[in-house]
């Protein structure tokens, strides 16, 4: 089956650095990929959309500023946190949609797990 | 707007008993539903999904959900649970008004118990 595969798995980093997560989908192509976001004992929030080729989609309350997007190829997505604070600690997931298949299927990363110090 | 709810933060069951995890759903046209598990530290695994078709679907790891239009309901069941079977699990609805993504419900934590 489809997969996702998304690093790192974990990052520690001291408050004020950058961290890149990469989402790639390894046996499909995927043109739109997602990116969620979710606090402990709480559901997936959807950061943003985004879409090959394009700019990604925001959600309402998400800094695109801080949370940098880009996906240059149909199978790599990437988010930027940027000057990360204690705040932005939380698990984030990536997922994609095999481009030929719809969408009735959504492939999910394994996760990253963030701990800003 | 798209949504579900799930109004159990979590269910506790008895290995070898029948478990039902409750998800209910507000959508405009015809809905497409789906049920993810989440273990622990990891992503969402796809679990099984309603497009149209047969009320009741069949999926990974003997669960199955069923869909009830009269209810707007779409609990996930499966007839005789396991320990490995706990996990937390979402039901998500397919927002086709906006780029196709998925709103996930809240969640429900599934206890089995030995």
């Known amino acids: 089956g489809a997969v996702v595969s998304q690093h790192p798995s974990w990052v520690i980093c001291k408050s004020g650095t950058s961290v890149k997560i990469e989402c790639r989908s390894l046996d499909f192509q995927a043109t739109t990929m997602f990116w969620y976001r979710q606090f402990p004992k709480q559901s997936l929030m959807l950061m943003a959309t985004s879409n090959e080729g394009s700019k990604a989609t925001y959600e309402q309350g998400v800094e695109k500023d801080k949370f940098l997007i880009n996906h240059a190829s149909l199978t790599l997505s990437t988010l930027t946190v940027t000057s990360a604070h204690p705040e932005d600690s939380s698990f984030y997931i990536c997922?994609?949609?095999?481009?030929?298949?719809?969408?009735?299927?959504?492939?999910f990363g394994s996760g990253t797990q963030l701990s800003v110090l | 707007a798209q949504s579900v709810a799930q109004p159990e933060d979590q269910v506790n069951v008895a290995e070898g008993n029948p478990l039902t995890v409750k998800c209910t759903y507000s959508v405009s046209g015809n809905p497409y539903l789906f049920w993810y598990v989440q273990y622990p530290n990891r992503g969402l695994q796809f679990l099984l999904k309603?497009?149209?078709?047969?009320?009741l679907v069949k999926g990974s790891y003997g669960f199955e959900a069923e869909f009830n239009k009269s209810q707007t309901s779409f609990h996930l069941k499966k007839p005789s649970a396991l320990v490995s079977d706990s996990a937390l699990y979402f039901c998500?609805?397919?927002?086709?008004?906006?780029?196709?993504?998925?709103?996930f419900g809240t969640g429900t934590r599934l206890q089995v118990f030995p």
């Open positions: 998500a609805v397919r927002d086709i008004n906006q780029n196709d993504k998925l709103i």
């Open positions: 997922s994609a949609t095999d481009t030929g298949k719809g969408n009735e299927k959504l492939f």
């Open positions: 309603y497009i149209t078709g047969d009320n």
